[in-house]
């Protein structure tokens, strides 16, 4: 993406074809600016989709940022600053529906760069103050959460949370009714 600046070179490790027997372990070291920035991430360039994809982190320290890689290629550190990003969502905001209308909640999650973190500390659909369990397809980008029954007629709000591998977080709550 033309937007994103690397903050480093860019590293082209080879052979970049070949998976490896044994992971390789990539530090880079942080210069005075960067230990003070946030949303620092070591990203490996996906040739096929042409974009750069999130390094899982092994260790994160004041002074480096080490990540284990099975295969080689392009790498680079880079910033994220911006949170992810919530579409289509349904219920939608201050929205009246009929009894029986309501069989899930559902969103599209977008992230520009680090990618959704998928776990039940980064991702959360809280009911009306109660959590409940969403599931994230990280393909569709979708998270949702499917009733056993229709929800019935009363007010609720939906509170949605979600932190991308950067650490951005984004909330939004969302309230509606059942008539």
Avoid at 28 to 34: G, M, R
Avoid at 59 to 73: A, R
Wanted: hydrophobic fraction near 35%; charged fraction near 20%; glycine fraction near 4%.
């Amino acid at each position: 993406k033309e937007s994103i600046k690397p903050l480093e070179n860019i590293y082209n490790i080879k052979p970049a074809s070949l998976p490896l027997k044994n992971p390789a372990f990539l530090t880079f070291s942080l210069n005075q600016k960067q230990r003070s920035m946030s949303g620092l991430g070591i990203y490996k360039l996906n040739n096929k989709k042409d974009e750069w994809e999130f390094q899982n982190l092994q260790q994160k320290n004041f002074n480096k940022i080490t990540v284990e890689l099975s295969n080689l290629g392009a790498v680079t550190l880079l910033q994220d600053t911006i949170p992810p990003e919530m579409v289509n969502i349904f219920p939608a905001q201050s929205k009246s529906y009929t009894s029986g209308e309501i069989h899930s909640i559902e969103c599209i999650l977008k992230d520009n760069l680090s990618g959704i973190e998928p776990t039940e500390e980064t991702l959360k659909i809280i009911l009306n103050e109660k959590k409940i369990f969403c599931a994230y397809q990280p393909v569709k980008r979708k998270l949702s959460y499917s009733f056993v029954n229709p929800l019935p007629p009363g007010d609720y709000t939906i509170f949605i949370f979600a932190q991308d591998y950067a650490g951005n977080k984004m909330e939004k709550t969302i309230k509606f009714n059942v008539n």
